[in-house]
């Protein structure tokens, strides 16, 4: 079994900038080779925003394309959210999620058997 917690939220002013984590630990951790990073905001459906696949790619929802970074460090089992020119409407819970393997694009929270607790992100106007 794996555990995923997310850190490094927060409330920030439009343009700016914050860099979320997500630690993987337990004795599987490092079987997880697909993860993904995925949001919900209050009333909406969770969305997804960005997901490394088992070959090291990266894929981004439209809405975060050029703005977000995703990253992993395989020696930490840690997955990275690199987040710049933050908008109002980028607020939402941000959850980080895994599964033991994927290929391309996997936006899809179905798809994601486990999941962390989430990092609230607050942009203001």
């Known amino acids: 079994q794996v555990q995923l917690v997310e850190s490094g939220g927060g409330s920030v002013e439009a343009g700016g900038s914050l860099r979320l984590s997500c630690a993987a630990s337990?004795?599987?951790?490092?079987?997880?080779?697909?993860m993904a990073w995925f949001r919900q905001a209050p009333g909406k459906e969770r969305e997804g925003v960005a997901n490394?696949?088992?070959?090291?790619?990266?894929y981004y929802a439209d809405s975060v394309k050029d703005r977000f970074t995703a990253s992993k460090d395989n020696a930490k089992n840690t997955l990275y959210l690199q987040m710049n020119s933050l908008q109002p409407e980028d607020t939402a819970m941000y959850y980080c999620?895994?599964?033991?393997?994927?290929?391309?694009?996997?936006?899809?929270?179905?798809?994601?058997?486990?999941w962390g607790q989430g990092t609230q992100v607050t942009v203001s106007s």
């Open positions: 490394i696949d088992s070959r090291g790619r990266t």
């Open positions: 337990g004795d599987t951790a490092r079987n997880y080779y697909c």
């Open positions: 999620a895994a599964v033991t393997s994927c290929v391309g694009s996997v936006l899809r929270s179905d798809l994601f058997p486990t």
